[in-house]
């Protein structure tokens, strides 16, 4: 498949420091794609099992007999990913290399601003809370914290 770029504006509204990248997904690429986003440095996701119903309108995929449902809604995964502004792009190119196919049902991402995080353990909110230790960050400028 050639390489599709997200066409990416960096002007979301509304305004925030930290983003949710919500991508629902065919659930046999989310091996593919979590290991991905590990060597990326995007050490913290959220992944839920999800049905639902899009332009596929519950046709069963090729790929997956098994996921034939009775009803018209097929097996999704849902992963949530929170990054900060900077690396939002990055994160949605890289899912779109791993997944797609160029069939109907490869999925949809949305963006969601995040207003702020919130570390239970220590407290810690904003950049501190986001950051992890070894993510991407890290891996980008060695140097800092
Ligand atoms: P700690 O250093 O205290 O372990 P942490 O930032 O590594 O904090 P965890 O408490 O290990 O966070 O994370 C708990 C769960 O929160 C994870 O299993 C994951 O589901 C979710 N999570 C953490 N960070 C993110 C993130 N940036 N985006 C999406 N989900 C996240
Ligand atoms: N932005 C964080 C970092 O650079 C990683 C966030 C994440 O793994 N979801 O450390």
Request: net charge neutral; no cysteine.
């Amino acid at each position: 498949l050639p390489i599709i770029r997200a066409q990416g504006s960096p002007d979301y509204f509304p305004d925030a420091n930290f983003y949710k990248v919500e991508a629902i997904l065919r659930p046999w690429r989310i091996p593919q794609v979590s290991s991905a986003l590990l060597k990326m440095g995007i050490r913290g996701v959220t992944v839920s099992d999800v049905r639902g119903f899009g332009a596929q309108g519950g046709l069963t995929e090729r790929q997956a007999g098994s996921e034939f449902s009775e009803d018209k809604f097929l097996a999704k995964v849902k992963l949530e990913i929170v990054v900060s502004k900077e690396q939002v792009e990055a994160v949605i190119d890289k899912i779109i290399e791993v997944t797609r196919t160029g069939e109907i049902g490869d999925g949809k991402i949305f963006l969601v601003p995040v207003s702020d995080v919130i570390r239970v353990r220590t407290g810690e909110r904003g950049e501190r809370a986001e950051r992890m230790a070894g993510g991407r960050a890290d891996m980008s400028s060695p140097v800092q914290n």
